[in-house]
């Protein structure tokens, strides 16, 4: 170790800069992939859900059905994305073994960690910002609580990169980074309150939803934009802090390892 922390920081920076500049190339360079599906999925949810189903629905909540999910739907893309281009990107690297270059260099694993992070979260928020672009096509929406809605999703695009990277780690093939998107993430998502509200269940299904982490997320979120909730938010918040520092401090502890680097 030097003992000037400056000459660490500068090739660390520099490292940082590297490897969140790729990510966003990676995924602008290929938008037609990354960034045009969820855009198309979502309008199809606007339509189908929205107008068609919402007709039936009426209000929920004191809005509008549509009012009502909009929320919830920017919250899914936000999370598929930031999980979705973290676990592909970080096992793309782990399976050219660039990886392993970087662990030799050095580079702090934080550097790789926050590199490998922020690019999941600039891609969640970046699709994040085209849906709701997108859902002012079909309905009007009007900011309730402006810090709290950015900290949520904010958050919630971290917590999410951080478990891709975990996935990653473990990933053995590509079909390893399928399977948990397909029977963890959208099941949870599905069932976090996106498209109705948890007072509608039986009081034990209720309870069993408050152990889902995507409820909190997506209420967080609606209480930010609609200041409706199904929850407490400061217990949604506080929650989500704490599973972003556990999250972050398995992922170095696992990179520092070196676990399942080497494919």
Not at 6 to 13: D, M, Q, V
Not at 47 to 74: A, C, E, S
Not at 137 to 156: A, D, E, K, S, Y
Request: aromatic share 12%; glycine share 8%; net charge positive.
């Amino acid at each position: 170790m030097s003992s000037n922390p400056g000459s660490e920081l500068r090739p660390n920076l520099i490292a940082l800069q590297t490897i969140v500049y790729r990510e966003i190339r990676r995924f602008t360079r290929i938008w037609p992939q990354t960034l045009l599906p969820p855009a198309i999925t979502m309008v199809l949810y606007f339509v189908i859900f929205g107008n068609l189903i919402g007709r039936q629905i009426g209000d929920m909540g004191g809005f509008t059905y549509m009012q009502y999910i909009v929320p919830g739907l920017i919250m899914m893309s936000v999370i598929t994305n930031s999980y979705g281009n973290v676990v592909s990107s970080f096992f793309g690297s782990k399976f050219q073994r660039s990886i392993e270059e970087l662990m030799v260099s050095p580079v702090s694993p934080h550097t790789i960690l926050i590199g490998y992070t922020l690019g999941g979260v600039l891609r969640g928020l970046m699709v994040g910002v085209i849906v709701t672009l997108l859902s002012l096509f079909f309905t009007h929406l009007q900011v309730h609580h402006l810090g709290i809605t950015l900290v949520v999703v904010v958050l919630t695009a971290t917590i999410f990169s951080l478990l891709g990277f975990i996935n990653a780690v473990f990933a053995r093939n590509f079909d390893d980074i399928s399977i948990i998107p397909t029977f963890v993430l959208t099941p949870l998502t599905y069932l976090g309150g996106v498209f109705y509200s948890i007072t509608l269940l039986p009081p034990f299904w209720q309870t069993v939803s408050l152990a889902n982490p995507v409820l909190h997320m997506v209420n967080a979120f609606r209480y930010g934009i609609l200041g409706v909730s199904d929850i407490r938010i400061s217990v949604a918040i506080t929650f989500m802090v704490v599973a972003t520092a556990v999250l972050y401090i398995g992922c170095t502890r696992l990179l520092v390892s070196g676990r399942g680097m080497r494919t």
